[in-house]
């Protein structure tokens, strides 16, 4: 345990862009109090963010603490925020002794003064759910990378059998609309000409007589912003005017990631997902109807308890017929604490491996198909990082592809038109025509 005020930090992100948005704030929290970012293998504090969601995640955070161990046998300060934190609690510190700090994702806000508790040689546990508190403690927003994300919704109310989220990160609270179109004017002001909107259940948002639709058009009126998108969004929470919003509101990308988990009705009632089959693709329909050019992303788990052959062929339809344009698949993971945890008929390690390859193989083929599909034509991209070539840039399509830039004097945040000259599985190469914004 140290007894000197941390000078150095370190944030490590383990999974989701919730936990992106957080460590952001939690580094901006640090650098206002005049600390430097640096290395994990420098720093005097080092913050695990960790994921709960699938495997072995506790163990991994156990064995990463082990390696934050130097020579000299001494550790930095260490702190375990996140989902691992809130479920597992003060049991992290008593099996793991170098661990300081124990912080769940609704209370790092309170980290400052956490470190003064370890300073003068407490450890510090805090697991408070659910709250908006912190969004009023932390620093106002200053810099932005040019694509930014805005937490605008936490937790989940839906209870997916399957699923850690409801018990880690709590009930579903929104932030207030005002706040929102404060923080991504802040964002704006920052650099930010991309904004996506976070949430667990990001489509549950709502505020009075606002949904997220309405938030959207709002955002839609800040000027110097450019694009809009959002995850991840639940299809019961798919509103009337959300769905609008995508046929008239041109910031408001092409791409929806609107995951459906299975495509067998009798897994989906096991999972407790309140969807059918046949809803599901109703929603994309319509979605379709307003956005013809939309990309469709989703999540999908194999190996659910009780899934049969036929269970899982209706998966492998249901990527087919609802086009997905990219999706992620998961094996079904025993969560401790969940219901399907303890279900009978759980499927054989071996078996579910099988199905993902074959889920997976599925989704690289349609998502190829549908990179092949825009060679030749003209896009936006919002250039975002360095490429590995001189003069390269990588930046994003409106579809969320990954498109690489070769042009000189282009820099990071501008926005060009291209036309898509080589399309691959993971990305696309764009020459460049004209620059659309700065
Ligand atoms: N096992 C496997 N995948 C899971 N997900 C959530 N819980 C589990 C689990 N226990 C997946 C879902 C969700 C995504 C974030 O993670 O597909 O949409
Ligand atoms: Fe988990 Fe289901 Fe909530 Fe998504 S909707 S966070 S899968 S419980």
Redesign the pocket.
Known sequence: MSNESPKTFHVKNYGCQMNVYDGERMAEMFSGRGMEASDKEDADLVILNTCHIREKAAEKVYSEIGRLRRRDGSSPMIAVAGCVAQAEGGEISRRAREVDIVVGPQAYHKLPDMIDAVVRGESSVDLDLPGLDKFDALPKRRKSGPAAFLTVQEG?D???TY?V??YTRGAEISRSFADLIDEAKALVDGGAKEITLLG??VNAWTDADHDLGSLIRALDRIEGLHRIRYM?S?PNDMTDGLIAAHGEVEKLMPYLHL?VQSGSDRILKAMNRSHSRDSYLRIVERVRAVRPDVALSGDFIVGFPGESDADFEDTLSIVREAGNAQAYSFKYSPRPGTPAATMDDQIASEIADERLQRLQALINEQQLAFNQATRGKRTSVLLEKPGKLNGQLIGRSPWLQSVHVLAPGLAIGDIVEVEITESGPLSLKGEMLMKVAA
Do not use: A, D, R
């Open positions: 989940c839906k209870f997916c699923c989220v409801p667990q259940n991840t639940h995951p």
